[in-house]
């Protein structure tokens, strides 16, 4: 008995052995591939020194991905000296592609990315009346996911994720959106967009989140880095999102249903159904209500353009009080849902984007009137605003960053295990 109960503990013992063994090299390549996305083309040396792996540990990774048709290799013809060209690894773009798809109030993008980060197609369609259903709506983007497959010449066994973006409520473990300015409180579950012509793997994103990621990681990038940052989007809805760097060095990122923050008890009326909301004084439509002095209480338009809202803030620099008021009161709704957001995780500096950056001078003074209501923020002074003129971009940029760095982590840091 006591042998075979010796037996038993060894087997156990080498299978968690194993286990470890396994787990190491997957965090291991995933640091590989991190290090890639961040910094481009490394070789060897660099890939070392950035990511604190041995030399033999690097030579073993590099190798298993570049077998399998994870990483390509590149000779640098352009390095000093006369030795022999440096040999740099990149992510290989052949390796696979996801999508992502983008619903804002008007359109859906659906944008065809690389491995290697590269744009390769994207198409723009009209989004489809809610009042057709979720289902026609689905079946809407599976078809013109299979339209931008087409057109590009790539097949669906090469889609190695779908990634939709959506202002709104996101669950955190489903590929379901939960509340969303379009569809309201009709849960939109995407899991059916799968099916046998495209990969299992999706995921459902906030996109004020993804824009707050993506401008950490351009302050990153630029040599600038800040510890924390809250990104603002202003438009037809207003979206928020955080991102924070503890104290161990790890980025949390947060994305708060700040536009349906309570503002005013029993206030206006918001398109979410609720009274008081803070989009429902800074939201386009909530600007379009006060300026033309309708009752606050009445249905909210289901979307302005842009043009509307010029024609208002045109009127206000010009001295139209309605059309000044209506700004002023849009940016300390925003100011005073700022200053909670910042005593309840900490101070930092804000980024404002958005197509509502154009009146952000009409905007100003009543958003720092908004934030002066806070103690913390009278004692310690305003946080730095700034903006940012490119939040589609950003927005794609996040997407991508963020799908990728899944990827990276799961399929392609256990490819070689699972085919070995």
């Keep these: 008995m006591p042998p075979a109960r010796s037996t038993c503990h060894q087997q156990c013992f080498a299978m968690l052995t194993k286990a470890d063994t396994e787990g190491l090299r997957q965090h291991n390549r995933a640091r590989v591939l991190s290090a890639l996305r961040k910094s481009g083309a490394l070789s060897h040396t660099e890939i070392a020194a950035k990511t604190g792996l041995s030399s033999a540990t690097v030579s073993a990774i590099t190798g298993d991905l570049s077998s399998d048709g994870t990483l390509e290799r590149a000779e640098n013809l352009s390095s ?5 060209p440096r040999l740099l690894f990149r992510p290989a773009r052949r390796a696979g592609f996801i999508v992502t798809i983008r619903i804002t109030s008007a359109a859906i993008q659906y944008s065809l990315v690389d491995y290697g980060g590269v744009l390769s197609d994207r198409i723009e369609t009209d989004r489809i009346p809610p009042e057709l259903g979720v289902t026609a709506f689905l079946d809407d983007i599976r078809s013109s996911i299979k339209r931008l497959l087409r057109r590009s010449g790539a097949k669906g ?3 190695l994720a779908l990634a939709v973006t959506s202002k709104g409520l996101v669950d955190p473990d489903d590929p379901v959106l939960v509340w969303s300015p379009i569809f309201g409180m009709h ?6 967009l799968l099916d046998t012509e495209f990969c299992p793997r999706l ?7 993804l824009l707050a990621i993506a401008l950490y990681n351009r302050a990153q990038a630029s040599g600038t880095p800040s510890s924390s940052l809250i990104a603002l989007s202003l438009g037809h809805s207003i979206g928020l999102g955080i991102v924070q760097v503890t104290g161990e060095g790890t ?3 947060h994305a708060p249903n700040f536009g349906h923050m309570l503002h005013h008890p029993g206030g ?6 609720s009274q008081g909301c803070i989009e429902a004084y800074a939201g386009f439509y909530a600007i379009l209500r006060t300026a033309f002095e309708v009752p606050p209480d009445t249905l909210p338009a289901k979307f302005v353009p842009l043009s509307e809202i010029e024609k208002i803030a045109t009127k206000a620099r010009r001295g139209d009080r309605m059309a000044q008021y209506a700004f002023r009161q849009a940016g300390q709704a925003l100011g005073n849902g700022l200053a909670r957001v ?8 804000i980024v404002v984007a958005g197509p509502g950056i154009s009146f952000f001078d009409l905007l100003e003074e009543g958003i720092g009137k908004g934030l002066s209501q806070s103690l913390g923020i009278r004692l310690e002074g305003l946080p730095s605003i700034s903006i940012s003129g490119d939040e589609d971009n950003l927005v794609h940029q996040g997407t991508v960053q ?10 392609m840091a256990t490819r070689h295990q699972a085919s070995a």
């Design 342 to 349: 910042i005593s309840l995780f900490q101070r930092m500096p």
């Design 157 to 159: 066994t090469e889609i």
């Design 203 to 209: 995921s459902v994103l906030n996109e004020t989140q």
């Design 187 to 192: 849960r939109i579950d995407f899991q059916m």
């Design 251 to 253: 980025i949390q990122t």
């Design 402 to 411: 963020q799908t990728l760095a899944d990827i990276d982590r799961t399929i």
């Design 80 to 84: 000093p000296g006369r030795g022999r």
């Design 268 to 273: 206006a009326l918001c398109r979410c159904g």
